[in-house]
């Protein structure tokens, strides 16, 4: 399983238990979950959304769409940093695993949700409709 390197990485760097999972080759988050036989809201997909001259990574269910009216209120003004903000539903904080691509078509990760964000360190808001 070769998920990507600097991925696995980090992950053992930090001691986060996790599974490389293959799946069937797919192109959409719910396609991924089906091909899994995970639930859409359990499955985790990055959206990049360009905000005040910057990008912020948003992280969902694959079953959300981002409510943009919602987000646009969560983010304010946005201060410009270095790094890239990740912002994560509140949806995936609900569930103790978390699955998400692992840099291709057929293969994803799965680890415990409180590892993704002790990593992540994202900001919590409620900004998708299912």
Do not use: C, W
């Not at 998920?3 to 999972?21: G, S, T, Y």
């Not at 091909?35 to 079953?63: R, Y």
């Amino acid at each position: 399983m070769s998920i990507p390197r600097r991925l696995e990485v980090l992950l053992k760097e930090r001691h986060v238990d996790f599974k490389a999972l293959i799946h069937p080759e797919a192109y959409t988050a719910q396609e991924v979950a089906a091909s899994m036989h995970v639930k859409g809201q359990e499955l985790a997909k990055a959206v990049m959304v360009k905000t005040d001259g910057s990008f912020v990574m948003t992280v969902l269910p694959a079953s959300g769409r981002i409510d943009f009216q919602k987000l646009k209120e969560f983010l304010g003004k946005k201060d410009v940093r270095h790094n890239i903000d990740t912002v994560v539903d509140s949806a995936l904080t609900q569930d103790e695993e978390i699955f998400f691509n692992a840099g291709s078509h057929y293969e994803a990760v799965e680890m415990r949700y409180r590892d993704y964000e002790e990593l992540v360190k994202p900001k919590i808001a409620d900004f998708s409709r299912h």
